[in-house]
T-cell receptor, first 116, second 115 residues
Framework: GAVVSQHPSRVICKSGTSVKIECRSL??????MFWYRQFPKQSLMLMAT?????????EQGVEKDKFLINHASLTLSTLTVTSAHPEDSSFYIC????????????FGPGTRLTVL | AQKVTQAQTEISVVEKEDVTLDCVYE???????LFWYKQPPSGELVFLIR??????QNEISGRYSWNFQKSTSSFNFTITASQVVDSAVYFC????????????FGGGTRLMVKP
């Protein structure tokens, strides 16, 4: 149980385009979803926290107009990188938390974004 | 504020050696949870263990063991008889109720096990 999927697993796009990444909880309802970014050889950095039906809370330094997060249902959250630039190339990981396990997050497999 | 420090950025061992990955944490909360994750080259985070602050018992799972010492705010991870498949980046993380149970990750330790 507690499986989280991400799609796509890998995406290459041209500079200036927008990319949408989906995060789904497959067998549970995720009251909260988290988006992390991981640059090569670095740790995971939390970008934002989203609760179903409400606006996401962004961490300091993360541009909310550039990284659009939508958590429209209890099983789906999306991250849209708008007008992507090469510096946005990174590994994006989502995680989900269900109502029964406040202290545990279940991670998706990650999406590797390369912006040319 | 929470902080997790993994002082070892890279460790290289030869297969069958034992290796310990250090993790030191900081928090003012009395209720918290500590985690270890493995990140192989594929990138997917693999959950290894969760420990709450009230349970200082050490844990052993196969070749893996964890030593939780509240007195030194440490939660070290030991791999016994390491194998090449253990090569990965290992992250220690902390969450507290007062911080909304959000995870704070350490910088990670890259373990390379050579045949």
């Amino acid at each position: 149980g507690a499986v989280v999927s991400q799609h796509p697993s890998r995406v290459i796009c041209k500079s200036g385009t927008s990319v949408k990444i989906e995060c789904r909880s497959l067998d549970f309802q995720a009251t909260t979803m988290f988006w992390y970014r991981q640059f090569p050889k670095q740790s995971l950095m939390l970008m934002a926290t989203s609760n179903e039906g409400s606006k996401a809370t962004y961490e300091q330094g993360v541009e909310k107009d550039k990284f659009l997060i939508n958590h429209a249902s209890l099983t789906l959250s999306t991250l849209t990188v708008t007008s992507a630039h090469p510096e946005d190339s990174s590994f994006y990981i989502c995680s989900a938390r269900g109502g029964w396990a406040d202290n545990e997050q279940f991670f998706g497999p990650g999406t590797r974004l390369t912006v040319l | 504020a929470q902080k997790v420090t993994q002082a070892q950025t890279e460790i290289s061992v030869v297969e069958k050696e034992d290796v310990t990955l250090d993790c030191v944490y900081e928090t003012r909360d009395t209720t918290y949870y500590l985690f270890w994750y493995k990140q192989p080259p594929s990138g997917e985070l693999v959950f290894l263990i969760r420990r709450n602050s009230f349970d200082e018992q050490n844990e052993i799972s196969g070749r893996y063991s964890w030593n939780f010492q509240k007195s030194t705010s440490s939660f070290n991870f030991t791999i016994t008889a390491s194998q090449v498949v253990d090569s990965a980046v290992y992250f220690c993380a902390l969450s507290t109720n007062n911080a909304g149970n959000m995870l704070t990750f350490g910088g990670g330790t890259r373990l390379m096990v050579k045949p």
